[in-house]
């Protein structure tokens, strides 16, 4: 048998990530009967990708290093980074986003123009809405923590081929 060398970190952290989209998808198209492609890369929902990712790379180099190794203590560092991002400036943005549309929807109903818009009639101009699913609530980010900390203890650390 031979041993078939792989970075174990990466693997674990990419298939965590794959796996959340792929989740995040479903309960997407469970939710509204449609599927929509953007969920498969789009940022957003549950569970979040991005705490999936950070948490498997996380536990998969404290597997390889050690509780005690500057690697996983840098990984802990980046990984609550990310999370504290997602449920923080990102969700915020995403809200701040979601109100713009509702505003910019009320003001093309009213028929008003904003400042920069040439002098077609508002109802003539199709506005492009800016993306709401930017954040994550903290259940979102714990479900992909969660998700990422099992794939990573569910990924082999080492492969042995026939």
């Known amino acids: 048998m031979n041993d078939f060398s792989y970075n174990y970190v990466l693997t674990a952290a990419v298939i965590s990530w794959c796996a959340a989209q792929i989740i995040k998808t479903i309960l997407n198209f469970i939710q509204t009967k449609k599927f929509h492609a953007e969920r498969l890369f789009g940022a957003g929902g549950m569970p979040s990708s991005h705490s999936a990712l950070v948490c498997s790379a996380t536990i998969a180099m404290c597997r390889e290093c050690g509780v005690d190794s500057p690697e996983f203590a840098i990984m802990f560092i980046v990984a609550m980074i990310v999370m504290y991002d997602a449920m923080g400036v990102r969700r915020s943005a995403g809200l701040h986003a979601r109100e713009i549309n509702r505003i910019n929807r009320l003001f093309a109903v009213k028929g008003i123009k904003a400042n920069d818009e040439s ?19 903290p259940f979102e980010v714990l479900g992909g923590a969660l998700l990422g900390i099992l794939i990573s203890m569910l990924v082999p650390m080492n492969l042995t081929i026939m």
Do not use: D, I, Q
Request: proline share 5%; charged share 55%; glycine share 6%.
């Open 119 to 137: 002098e077609k009639p508002a109802n003539e101009k199709k506005k492009k809405e800016l993306k709401e699913y930017l954040g994550h609530t």
